[in-house]
């Protein structure tokens, strides 16, 4: 299976991201004095490179054999910058948490780097890797699940202090666990009580002020307002672009809906079976797509103008998403565009800007995974 692997993540490398200055910390010491490294705005903080995961199917119960691989990550590769948003988007199983738990080393990557400050951290393990996990925090989907419901609120907060001492001592905790309560909009008196006694947009708060205990840097948000009120969703996502202004942080954020991704994000990748489809600022993707499944999506987002819908063109894609366990050949999306051609089936299209628009100042000049990429104006999509 290893041959296949590096063989399609080639083909698929990214050519627009910026190139890696590679740093070799294999010792604690060494990854301790990285994390101290200062990235400046608007340099990249972390870069992703071909990162894969496939998650083997097997068969047999004494004697196990693997018959094939769900392959729910091929090939991404992206850049961070430091003090941005990336939004990343799709349809459920295409990949967005598996990134995010990749992102984290909670999953052990199949092949491809993640390098944070120029360290490749899918190679570090016990100590070292404890050490940059301090500075890369994630924001879970369920506020109801990512809580440990026998726990206060401030163990829960001040948990992360007990994993890394060094960041506070004992006697000066409950200070810090009662400032981040009131840092995300809680009462800090709040913090002898437990998850249960909070509504789901406060539970949430919790879990970024769970997140925010050990100043990092990086955050990465996993769905985090997809099970919450639109109201609640508002005040959350408003809370975020606060602090990250407060502490200048950077944000990974996963979501399905369109409209909470582009209020917050600088730039959006776009997924769809394990690849990133299209990749750009806000304004490119959402008023200047040219991937046929970007405009897809765009076109589903409901609008409320009532003129505006009745002059919108509607995609409507045919056919189910296919298995990622055996996914189509050459363009992954071609059995359900309506371009698709001979040629999308035998060569796969690289993420890069499209030929027709190379060299001109455009909008449309981002990266799209497309032999046929063309722009679309989708009307309401924003």
Known sequence: MAEPVKKETAVDATPGVTDVIKKDASTTTEVEALLDVQVDRGEPILQVRNLVKHFPLTQGILFRKQIGAVKAVDGVSF??????????????????????????????????????????????????????????????????????????????????????????????????????????????????????????????????????????????CDEPVSALDVSVQAQVINLMAKLQDEFNLSYIFIAHDLSIVRHISDRVGVMYLGKIAEIGSDEEIYEHPTHPYTQALLSAVPVPDPAAREHRERIILTGDVPSPANPPSGCRFRTRCWKAEDRCSTEMPLLAIPERFRGQDTPAAHESACHFAEEKDVVGAA
């Open 79 to 220: 850049d961070l910058y430091q003090g941005e948003t990336l939004g990343i988007v799709g349809e459920s199983g295409c990949g967005k948490s598996t990134v995010a738990k990749l992102l984290m080393t909670l999953e052990k990557a199949t092949a491809g780097e993640v390098f944070y400050k120029g360290q490749d951290i899918t190679k570090l393990s016990g100590r070292a890797l404890k050490a940059v996990r301090r500075n890369i925090q994630m924001v879970f989907q369920d506020p109801y699940t990512s809580l440990n419901p026998r726990m206060t609120v401030g163990d829960i907060i001040g948990e992360p202090y007990e994993i890394h001492p060094e960041v506070a001592p004992k006697g000066d905790r409950r200070r810090k666990v009662q400032e981040l309560l009131d840092v995300v909009g809680l009462n800090p008196e709040y913090i002898n009580r437990y998850p249960h006694q909070f509504s789901g947009g406060q539970r949430q708060r919790i879990g970024i002020a769970r997140g925010l205990a050990l100043n990092p840097e990086i955050i990465i």
